[in-house]
């Protein structure tokens, strides 16, 4: 196959072409070598979780050992992934909790408060005095309360009474699927999908979509909340994209995998005199720090630091030869960069008790030494790049774009310096200038072209005049291809997103962090329901949500928060469900009836995009505000005459 076919990214295909000539494998060889891949597995109607299977269905056998059916089978599938993802975020959001407690407890620690503000605002929601009190206390309390939404054994989730709309709460609250803590309900799911207990599909998923909205409304949430506090709320800020990021004469870390914990102490110890003194006596002009994965998402939105790529450029990156260390915690790391690695002299180091890899060095993260680690993996960084071998090989590909928006931020950009609120975006959308907006999210898949799905989705959405959010891996997509320039919006965008980003100065692809950070969209939802104007409930927004290219069990579990959230989720890859009729019924049609949102499966970007924008045509004409556009709306004097008031 040739790199074009494989990516449209043009960096990428310079590496796969480049590693095609070394003869090395990568995830699309491996593919490849994969195909034809099971049939069972891909319509999940495999079971293997007892032993007196592995049973599959088919016409012949149409249910298993035990006797259960392909929805059964299909259902408890889907929820173990659900569950797989929601633990991943989740305990992402702990770890992050626990960081937090830790900071405050310690008196000359390396992390401290830096958002106080937001600290007063989401203790407050948690129904924490605020007033008179000193930050050490406040931030205590907080880091006691959101420790306790994981394992508490009464009640629901604080945040999922203090963050969505009231009608929200009620819709789950009559389904029955409000959740209580967040671990109770991912081991709720491995306890309903044992052998022998639940056979209903649709009760199985009920309590998929209530991990799910713990995961969304609580781990998720909890892990972007407490980052912001800790490591400082984003602000818009210039970021570079793509392998070209990476510097041939300066000493490369590339920082991959997920949590922001390690990766912000090692972006503050790099810039310390004695550190660039001895990159320098090394022969080197610097240290040069650059992200993949979620983790670049983290650093980028706070610090600007530049991303070399998204999930399907871990091997790449390292096949540039230039790379010094890549440091990994968790999270979509492939464990054929342990071999990979091997054939340079970049050494892979793993830094989570959680995730050691074959033929990676392992140095262990504490969170109460962050400096001190932090400075001896630079350090080896630093030594070690004395140890090249070979030719170098960096595409000269490099994009810039500007990032860091959040729920606080952005629509104080929309409302202008003396107006920030969500007025302005409400009002774009009632006027009709912005049809709606979508969030375009997650990963890469090698079963979709490289980047093709998320930036074909996006131009089309755009060219609508429906406002793209992203995070994850389709943000650094948009990024890449300088979708997040606010010249983007110029050539681009249909006439209303055009003005409304010009006028704000906003580019019309927002990057609104990692896929944690995908309760960013889930905040930003629940303020556009509360500024009013656009229905009660998430569920009445002109609004969509997709994952072109999504791979994880974690997308899995962030469509499902989504869907049950009231938003139309188109993914792009079917769900591992189409041997189950009546689950695949239920997920893509039925469920509309219970949550308010929905999932569609549509592999061609276009289409996908089209039925999103059908989708948004759909809300406004309930709504009743597509009637109105017809009319003259604004004209100049009008405007003229709002931006006086
Ligand atoms: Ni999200 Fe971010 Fe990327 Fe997919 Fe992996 S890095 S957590 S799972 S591949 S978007
Ligand atoms: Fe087969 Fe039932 Fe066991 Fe699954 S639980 S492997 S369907 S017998």
């Known amino acids: 196959m040739e790199p074009k076919e494989r990516s449209t990214d043009k960096a990428a295909q310079e ?154 709460q009620k819709v789950w609250q009559e389904f029955g699927v409000t959740p209580r803590s967040i671990d109770r309900e991912i081991v709720e799911i491995m306890h309903r999908t044992h052998m022998g207990v639940g056979s209903d599909y649709k009760n199985l998923i009920k309590q998929g979509i209530r991990a799910s909205l713990a995961d969304g409304w609580g781990g998720s949430l909890i892990a972007t909340e407490l980052s912001d506090i800790l490591f400082g709320s984003p602000w818009p800020i210039r970021f570079g994209a793509n392998l070209g990021v990476l510097d041939e004469k300066q000493v490369n870390i590339i920082v991959h995998g997920h949590e922001p914990t390690l990766s912000d102490i090692i972006v503050a110890v790099s810039q310390e005199p004695e550190l660039m003194k001895m990159a320098e006596e090394k022969g080197a002009k610097g240290i040069n720090i650059a992200g993949i994965c979620c983790t670049a998402n983290e650093i980028l939105m706070r610090h600007g630091i530049p991303v070399a790529g998204n999930f399907l450029q871990q091997e790449l990156a390292m096949m540039t030869g230039v790379v010094e260390i890549m440091l990994v915690d968790v999270q979509c790391i492939m464990p054929a960069l342990g071999s990979l690695s091997n054939c340079f002299h970049t050494k892979l180091i793993t830094t989570s008790p959680k995730c050691k890899i074959a033929g990676a060095e392992h140095i262990e993260f504490e969170e109460d030494r962050a400096a001190e680690i932090a400075r001896q993996i630079v350090k080896l960084a630093i030594e070690n790049f004395a140890n090249r071998n070979g030719k170098a090989k960096i595409p000269k590909v490099m994009e810039r774009g500007i990032a860091g928006f959040t729920t606080e931020n952005i629509f104080y950009h929309l409302g202008g310096r003396f107006r920030g609120s969500y007025r302005p975006l409400n009002d774009g959308i009632i006027s009709g200038r912005l049809r709606g907006a979508a969030g375009v999210v997650g990963c890469n898949n090698p079963k979709q072209v490289h980047d093709y799905g998320h930036l074909t989705m996006i131009k089309e959405l755009i060219k609508n005049d429906v406002l793209v959010v992203s995070t994850g891996c389709s943000a650094i997509a948009a990024g890449k291809a300088g979708l997040m320039r606010p010249e983007a919006a110029a050539k681009y965008c249909g006439k209303g997103l055009h003005e409304v980003c010009e006028t704000v100065g906003i580019p019309p692809v927002l990057h609104v962090g990692s896929c944690v950070d995908n309760s960013r969209i889930l905040t930003i939802l629940a303020n556009v329901v509360a500024e009013g104007g656009l229905g009660d409930d ?94 003259k709306l604004y004209d100049m004097a009008d405007r003229r005459a709002l931006s006086i008031e």
């Not at 995830?27 to 195909?35: G, K, M, T, V, Y």
């Not at 830790?102 to 830096?114: F, I, R, T």
């Open 15 to 168: 590496m796969i072409g480049h590693m095609a000539e070394a003869g090395q494998q990568n995830a699309w060889d491996r593919l490849e070598a994969q195909s034809p891949q099971c049939g069972f597995g891909k319509q999940g109607i495999c079971c293997r979780i007892c032993t007196m299977g592995p049973c599959r269905i088919s016409k012949k056998t149409p249910v298993g050992i035990c006797g259960a059916d392909a929805d059964t089978i299909a259902a408890r599938n889907l929820l173990r992934m659900i569950a797989s993802g929601a633990a991943a975020h989740s305990d992402h959001g702990r770890d992050v909790a626990h960081t937090f407690k830790m900071a405050l407890e310690s008196d000359n620690g390396d992390y401290m408060v830096k958002d106080e503000l937001k600290l007063r605002e989401v203790a407050a929601r948690y129904g924490i005095k605020v007033e008179g009190r000193q930050t050490k206390e406040i931030a205590s309390d907080l880091a006691d309360a959101a420790l306790s939404e994981f394992g508490k054994q009464e009640g629901t989730l604080v945040s999922a009474a203090a963050y969505p709309p009231l009608a929200r």
């Open 538 to 631: 998430i569920s009445d927004l002109p609004v969509a949500g997709a994952a072109p290219e999504w791979m994880s069990e974690k997308a899995v579990s962030i469509g499902m928060y989504f869907v049950a959230s009231g938003v139309y989720t188109v993914i792009a890859e079917p769900l591992p469900v189409l041997g189950a009729p009546n689950l695949t019924r239920y997920l893509t049609d039925e469920i509309e009836r219970d949550v308010g949102g929905k999932w569609a499966f549509e592999r061609d970007p276009i289409k996908a995009a089209e039925m999103m924008i059908q989708h948004i045509e759909s809300k406004r004409d309930a709504l009743g505000i597509n009637k109105e556009t017809e009319r």
